[in-house]
């Protein structure tokens, strides 16, 4: 992807949602798991009932690894994200991706418990 889709990405104002579900990861790892797949499969179903609603999914991981590490493996995470989705009919102009790395968790304890609420591809939207 060029600049060109990062700059439309700034220009929508996405916002959280409650429609869409976050999808979680393995510890170190991109693949989507079964629930997580479920969990797509209403998220496309959803999108394709809101057919002018964009989506941005962002990448996160737990605090373990380099920050440059995470942030890789956030884009991973997001890129697979998105490809499942395109790969259930969801339009690949409708799905943008960011990582955030390990900058944004949602539990901030030292403890695995913590870490795999942190390891998440989390949605929001723009309509």
Not at 22 to 30: E, G, P, R
Not at 42 to 70: M, V
Not at 88 to 111: A, D, F, Q
């Amino acid at each position: 992807a060029g600049s060109g889709v990062g700059q439309e990405a700034r220009a929508l104002d996405f916002q959280p949602t409650s429609d869409l579900g976050d999808v979680y990861f393995a510890f170190d790892k991109s693949a989507l798991d079964e629930t997580s797949k479920k969990i797509l499969q209403k998220n496309a179903d959803w999108l394709e009932s809101h057919p002018s609603t964009k989506t941005q999914i962002e990448g996160h991981c737990d605090e373990r690894g380099t920050n440059n590490y995470n942030l890789a493996l956030g884009d991973r995470r997001a890129l697979s994200t998105k490809k499942y989705l395109m790969a259930l009919g969801v339009e690949e102009n409708r799905i943008y991706t960011i990582s955030y790395g390990e900058e944004k968790p949602v539990c901030m304890e030292h403890k695995e418990s913590c870490w795999k609420q942190n390891r998440r591809g989390h949605f929001l939207v723009s309509k």
